[in-house]
């Protein structure tokens, strides 16, 4: 693992007018395109492109962004791997695992520190299912590498036993939501904000949440070309990110007022998911990073990856003090 480039203010000054001009830092790319991947839960993400804040600071560096959804993490990387976006908003642990086993090579940007009880296994409120150990034979629904299949695995050992022991069915959040209504599934495995929404609007029970199990820390990305040749532009990104994330917390009121018609949700839902969020924003370091081993030897030796991760093979970047 190595470190990359660390702007300081004065290089960050200094190259603002050579960034202007708009040097590609990819062939058939605009050089004044920064293209951000997000997802439903990227809130941080979401707040900034709400209030157009990397509008505004992207300009002194001759750089605006734009905006690519995805239904989930997976898909995020994958695009990312592909160079078809730069930079990936924030996914959970468990995602860069699997994008590592498929050839990725991965800059951790930053880190949104643990969790726990923003994600949960849920069932409905009459389920007969009451303990962890009720999952056996039973249909549980969830999305491929989010941070709820390494839950998924840890309560299952928990339980004493394996993933072979569930049919497990691979669901996106939106479809695995209907398919938890009408009972296709026994239970459901779920993240912030849709976790809260089942709470709140399905009468969903949690069997389960990540405490004692699963930490649930999410990282921001990059492709390791882009975050060599443009280390201002991610400078800027983090400071923002750093801030966003103090002013959620902050101000819960007015930042699940402002995510409510974003993401479609009744604003008191809004505020019950964030209340479950750190959104406190650091830099990925070698220290707190060291749960992805963790995370990679589990869906290895489970056989749910095609080989074993050295999840330390990835570079950091460093953001400027």
């Known amino acids: 693992m190595k470190n990359i480039l660390r702007p300081t203010r004065r290089e960050a000054l200094g190259m603002a007018a050579?960034?202007?001009?708009g040097a590609a830092w990819a062939q058939g790319t605009a050089a004044q395109t920064v293209r951000i991947g997000y997802?439903?839960?990227?809130?941080?993400?979401?707040?900034l492109k709400i209030q157009g804040t990397l509008e505004k600071q992207f300009a002194p560096l001759g750089v605006k962004p734009s905006w690519h959804e995805f239904t989930s993490g997976l898909p995020l990387l994958e695009a990312l791997n592909l160079d078809n976006v730069d930079v990936s908003a924030d996914v959970a642990d468990t995602v860069p695992v699997f994008a590592q086993a498929a050839g990725a090579k991965l800059t951790f940007v930053a880190q949104e520190a643990p969790s726990p009880t923003a994600q949960a296994?849920?069932?409905?409120?009459?389920?007969?299912?009451?303990t962890l150990a009720d999952l056996k034979g039973r249909k549980v629904g969830f999305a491929k590498a989010a941070g709820v299949h390494y839950l998924l695995l840890?309560?299952?050992e928990k339980a004493g036993l394996s993933f072979k022991d569930i049919e497990p069915a691979y669901l996106t959040p939106a479809d695995g939501r209907a398919a938890f209504e009408r009972g296709a599934i026994d239970a459901w495995v779920v993240w912030d904000p849709f976790l809260s929404a089942a709470e709140r609007q399905s009468g969903a029970r949690v069997l389960a949440d990540g405490t004692g199990l699963a930490s649930y820390q999410r990282y921001y990305l990059a492709s390791t070309r882009f975050a060599r040749?443009?280390?201002?532009?991610?400078?800027v990104l983090y400071a923002e990110l750093e801030k966003t994330g103090r002013w959620v917390k902050q101000n819960p009121r007015d930042a699940a007022a402002l995510l409510a018609p974003f993401w479609g949700l009744d604003a008191a839902i809004?505020?019950?998911?964030?209340a479950r969020r750190s959104y406190a924003v650091r830099p990925a370091t070698r220290e707190v990073i060291g749960e992805q081993q963790r995370i990679a030897d589990a869906f290895f030796a489970e056989k749910l990856l095609p080989r074993k991760v050295d999840a330390l093979d990835i570079d950091l970047f460093k953001p400027s003090a």
């Open 18 to 21: 050579a960034l202007a001009a």
């Open 39 to 47: 997802q439903k839960s990227s809130t941080l993400i979401a707040v």
């Open 154 to 156: 840890a309560a299952l």
């Open 270 to 274: 809004v505020e019950q998911a964030n």
């Open 121 to 130: 296994i849920l069932v409905k409120a009459d389920s007969p299912l009451k």
């Open 229 to 235: 040749q443009q280390a201002q532009v991610l400078g």
